[in-house]
């Protein structure tokens, strides 16, 4: 019976997704971070043909990946932090980016299928539910941002060596 | 409508994309390791497999099928796949900066994903109407969103579990999901009336 865990074991999630950032530019109270990989990322098979890395060059789009956050702490250039985000932020940023758009295009198809019955008038009718969507999604996005939803808080400098699996 | 709802649950059950046609395996063991990480990737691939079967059916019908060039169908598919999950980013990138940073690390793994093109081609061979192939590729890729998070949820419990060395990782991550695909085999012996 040794082999099986306690059965009090905690399994409940951690509340906050953790990262890990480098400092790359300070602007006044403002730090901008760009978020690091993991150490199995550029070991994947994939890799080259990744777009969480880049093709082969340093101008990877991690740069478009860069964040900001206030700069309470004094943060300098170079340093490595550890950053959270809230486990929920997750799904609603999932469900604003593609359930949203997903469902106009669902509804649009199947009312334009229900009133016409052809093929062609429910395939506008889904493309124009798409970027009414999308237009909706837009806006929520907006919406999170400013009441500050999803933006990644800064949680203590990393330790040296410290990565994302540690 | 009845056979339309039937079309979704026997796309996300019956025929599993993973566990019933043993299709994208590669998102299921590498995903999988956290619950956020397969929502976000779920809610991608079910975006991207919706809007590259609307795309593929009006390809199809529209351009290769009236052409007599169906022998250019898997390359044009590729092609349609490939497109699609770019012109999500750009929309994701667009719609909010933000959202990209949280989930466009999971978009340029849908390229590689065989799922997507398995469903695809599936659609035209089965010479579906374009509301039946969307709702086939909602269902399909609601039943692959779904194995992934429970698979992450069964691999979230295995990472504190005290297993036999000789099984520890992938081994017994393995075993879990034929479990799970046994588990899905039920299904097939249900039948409407």
């Given at each position: ?13 951690p509340?906050?997704?953790e ?5 790359v530019?300070i ?26 890395k ?14 900001r ?28 980016a ?69 | 409508?009845?056979?339309?709802i ?32 397969a ?47 770019q ?21 340029p793994?849908?390229t ?82």
């Open positions: 019976m040794d082999n099986f865990a306690d059965s009090t074991a905690d399994f409940s999630a509340t906050m997704v990262g890990i950032a480098q400092v530019k602007d006044g109270r403002t730090a901008w971070l760009v978020p690091e990989q993991g150490s199995s990322c550029g070991s994947c098979a994939s890799a080259s043909a990744c777009g969480s880049g093709i082969g060059t340093t101008a990877s789009r991690l740069d478009n990946r860069r964040f956050i206030d700069n309470d702490v004094n943060l300098a250039v170079g340093e490595r932090v550890v950053f959270g985000i809230r486990d929920h932020v997750l799904l609603k940023a999932s469900i604003t593609y359930v949203i758009p997903l469902a106009t295009l669902l509804l649009a198809g199947v009312l334009a299928q229900w009133q016409f019955g052809s093929d062609l008038v429910t395939l506008g009718a889904m493309i124009a539910g798409l970027v009414i969507g999308l237009g909706i999604s837009r806006m929520e996005a907006g919406r999170l941002h400013n009441k500050g939803d999803l933006v990644p808080q800064f949680l203590r400098r990393a330790r040296p060596g410290e990565t994302c699996s540690s | 409508m009845k056979e339309y039937l079309l979704m649950f026997s796309a996300a059950l019956v025929n599993n994309v993973i566990l019933g046609r043993f299709l994208g395996l590669c998102p299921t063991m590498g995903v999988t390791t956290r619950l956020d990480a929502v976000g990737m779920g809610m991608a691939t079910t975006f991207v497999m919706t809007v590259s079967a609307l795309a593929g059916w009006t390809v199809n019908t529209l351009l290769l099928v009236p052409f007599d060039l169906g022998y250019l169908r898997t390359i044009t598919f590729i092609l349609i796949i490939a497109s699609t999950v012109f999500t980013e750009m929309v994701v990138k667009k719609v909010s900066p933000l959202l990209f940073q949280l989930l466009g690390i999971y978009l793994l849908i590689t994903n065989c799922a997507v093109l398995g469903i695809a081609l599936l659609l035209v061979d089965a010479r579906m109407s374009i509301i039946s192939s969307v709702l086939f590729a909602i269902g399909s890729a609601m039943g692959f969103s779904l194995v992934l998070v429970i698979f992450a949820g069964l691999r979230e419990r295995l990472a504190v579990m005290d297993v036999p060395r000789l099984f520890a990782g992938p081994p017994i991550a393995f075993i879990v999901v034929s479990l799970l695909a046994l588990a899905f085999m039920g299904f097939s012996g249900m039948g409407a009336s």
